[in-house]
């Protein structure tokens, strides 16, 4: 298994652009929000406790599992992935309470925008996305851009 540095440099590669590098740090956390947001509308998973029904998302389980990976290659960079999506599920938490319909729509509106935004990127790059050539780039690209935040901040990575 390739370690975060070896990662990094490799999506570097394909991020040389400057202006691709500006959209990556717009559509990244627009995608990621959104795909969280997408995921909090599955729900197939109820329980009881103390009287009070509670029902559990597709999303806690992909955070899980993200997580999870993410520790494997970096326990700094998994605790900040963990404080962002905290901070995006507190955000869905408290647009959740409009109707579900128009958030599917919204959430399906910002993810298609910035994947459009990511591919023009990738145009004026000249290089095609990372993830086309393994599919663990989708989840690179965050810690990539958390690992820019770490250094200017001067956390290990």
């Known amino acids: 298994m390739k370690n975060i540095y070896e990662w990094n440099n490799e999506y570097a590669l394909y991020h040389k652009n ?3 590098k500006l959209i990556h740090w717009i559509c990244i956390p627009l995608i990621m929000f959104s795909l969280f947001g997408l995921l909090s509308l599955i729900k197939p ?3 009881t406790f103390n009287e009070s029904i509670y029902k559990i998302s597709i999303l806690s389980f992909f955070i899980m599992g993200v997580i999870f990976y993410y520790l494997k290659l970096s326990k700094n960079l998994a605790i900040g992935m963990l404080l962002i999506s905290v901070t995006f599920i507190t ?3 408290i647009i959740s309470t409009m109707e579900t319909k128009k958030l599917l729509l919204i959430y399906i509106l910002i993810f298609t925008v910035a994947w459009i935004g990511q591919f023009i990127g990738h145009k004026i790059e000249g290089k095609k ?5 393994d599919l663990q780039f989708l989840l690179i690209g ?3 851009l958390l690992s820019f935040i ?4 001067n956390i290990k990575i």
């Open 129 to 133: 996305p990372a993830f086309l050539k």
């Open 18 to 20: 400057k202006t691709n």
């Open 150 to 153: 770490y250094n200017k901040l």
């Open 142 to 144: 965050p810690l990539w």
């Open 91 to 93: 955000i869905i938490d």
């Open 45 to 47: 998973f109820t329980f």
